[in-house]
């Protein structure tokens, strides 16, 4: 398959697996509803904090709300067009990969993209309308926001690849990987600067989850080209890990001998 095939192929298994959701369209509209209702009770209880105390640490409201917008986008769009991310790992030990590795096309983002996460669609739906309503738009600061939302996505799904694919090589990776991807995205819908100590630096490290509110933040706050450039690099790199490392896994990868065939 050619490279160009591919770039035709995959927005249309994307869209493929988005039918197959909105084939209940009130089940649909419901779970999608329901998470912009939950983040926006988040972001309820941020306003009234901050309607007493309203600095912390240097973040305003304001701060807050970015951080909300572009952290429930970036993970929005990661776990909800790319559905099977949360469940690679099982996956990957139950020996369900086989389908994929078997059709002519690279396994990883048809494997992804072949289901639609619902509930993460909420996320995509909240985040910019939170940037529309407070977040003073313009052409430019829409520019900011949707290059904020790419580099938090980026580092979003390289840690959750790298996180997953430990099934590779420890087996029963499942559990372990729910319980820090739930603690990533807890500690990111916080501003970073009220953790310090160890804390903070594990945030910026092995649970890089200060990564994903501070950077974009400071992008849409005060962007500057130079730390713009090293935040993506940083993101490019680290996708470059959790694909060497998907790589290695696939060569210790187990079949689990499953026939089935797939469109």
């Known amino acids: 398959m050619s490279t160009a095939d591919r770039w035709r192929f995959w927005p249309r298994l994307m ?14 509209s419901l779970t999608v509803l329901a998470m912009v209702v939950n983040d926006g009770v988040w972001l309820a209880f941020w ?23 572009i ?11 790319g559905g099977n991310l949360p469940r690679l790992s099982r996956l990957i030990m139950q020996g369900e990969l086989d389908v994929y590795l078997s059709l002519p096309k690279p396994a990883l ?5 072949s289901r639609v996460n619902v509930a993460s669609l909420g996320d995509v ?26 580099l938090a996505a980026l580092i979003f799904f390289a840690f959750l ?8 090589f420890l087996g029963r990776a499942d559990v372990l990987a729910d319980q820090v991807t739930i603690s990533m995205v807890t500690f990111s819908t916080y501003p970073s600067p009220i ?21 974009p933040v400071s992008v849409l706050r005060s962007p500057n080209p130079g730390f713009i450039a090293e ?16 790589r290695v896994g696939l060569r210790r990868y187990e079949s689990g001998n499953l026939f089935q065939a797939r469109l």
Request: cysteine-free; charged content about 5%; glycine content about 8%.
């Open 15 to 28: 869209l493929a697996a988005m039918r197959a959701q909105l084939a209940y369209p009130g089940a649909f």
């Open 47 to 69: 306003w009234l904090y901050f309607s007493r105390f309203p600095v912390i640490h240097g973040w305003r409201l304001e701060d807050v709300a970015a951080l909300w917008a």
């Open 71 to 81: 952290g429930a986008t970036a993970i929005g769009v990661v776990q909800g067009f």
């Open 109 to 113: 983002p048809h494997l992804l993209l």
């Open 125 to 150: 739906v909240f985040g910019p309308l939170v940037f529309v309503a407070l977040l003073h738009p313009t052409l430019p600061r829409l520019g900011l926001f949707l290059l904020a939302v790419v």
């Open 161 to 168: 690849l790298l996180l997953h694919t430990l099934a590779f």
């Open 195 to 215: 953790f310090q100590g160890g804390l903070r630096i594990l945030l910026f490290t092995l649970l890089p989850a200060g990564f994903i509110d501070t950077m």
């Open 231 to 246: 935040a993506a690099a940083f993101a490019l790199l680290l996708n470059a890990i959790a694909l060497f490392v998907w």
